[in-house]
């Protein structure tokens, strides 16, 4: 049984540019978030998503955007890239109406 | 806003001590409560979790954990560390509804053998 799964594993980017991540949750769940993990800290919740549609979000900036497919797949993109963007992020998946979360082993994104 | 704040940002313990590290959170109202753990190069793993019932909770692993409502935290336990739970430990809250999932800042714990 696979878990959730992320890719890429590691990604440069310039200031400016714009990134795409990708999460396939673990099989059964529906309901996917999305998390930032600046080294040396917990991670921060950015989105959730369900039934293709954002249910909830974080305090993070409309440069942060995501999609849910119907295999229930999600990417999120982030615009405008900064410096301060560099982080981990981390995909995780569960059931709606389980509140048990399943992380990957998030994206490494640097911003030069 | 809610918020969950963990004790010890690095704990240091020889093998076969007994571990504690705190964590308190912020919120007002009822809340769902967990313990993820971060293996040097692994993914976050839950260790253990808090819904309903018996406030003591065990965890994967030998890891227990009291959720004490009157003070607002959720200390996780451990009789006997071993070398191999050198590691981060991230407490984190949750709305009764699913909502507002919160991480603490984390705890390193680092086992001499």
């Known amino acids: 049984d696979a878990g959730v799964t992320q890719s890429p594993t590691h990604l440069i980017k310039t200031r400016g540019q714009q990134v795409t991540l990708r999460c396939s949750p673990k099989?059964?769940?529906?309901?996917v978030s999305w998390y930032q993990q600046a080294l040396g800290q917990g991670p921060q919740f950015i989105f959730q998503?369900?039934?293709?549609?954002?249910?909830q979000r974080g305090n993070f900036p409309d440069r942060f955007s995501g999609h849910q497919f119907p295999n229930y797949s999600s990417e999120l993109n982030v615009n405008a890239l900064l410096l301060g963007d560099s982080a981990l992020y981390l995909c995780?998946?569960?059931?709606?109406?389980?509140?048990?979360?399943?992380f990957g082993p998030g994206t490494r994104l640097t911003v030069t | 806003a809610q918020s969950v704040s963990q004790h010890n940002h690095h704990v240091i313990l020889s093998e076969a001590a007994s571990l504690e590290l705190g964590c308190n959170y912020s919120y007002g109202g009822t809340v769902n409560l967990f313990w993820y753990v971060q293996y040097p190069g692994q993914h976050l793993q839950l260790l253990l979790k808090y819904f309903s019932g018996d406030p003591l909770v065990k965890g994967i692993k030998g890891f227990e954990a009291e959720f004490i409502k009157s003070k607002f935290s959720f200390n996780l336990r451990k009789p006997s560390v071993q070398w191999s739970d050198t590691a981060e430990y991230f407490c984190?809250?949750?709305?009764?509804?699913?909502?507002?999932?919160?991480f603490g800042p984390g705890t390193r714990l680092s086992v001499l053998p």
């Open positions: 099989s059964g769940h529906d309901t």
């Open positions: 984190a809250v949750m709305g009764n509804y699913g909502q507002n999932f919160v």
């Open positions: 998503y369900y039934e293709e549609e954002e249910r």
């Open positions: 995780a998946s569960s059931r709606q109406g389980r509140y048990e979360q399943y």
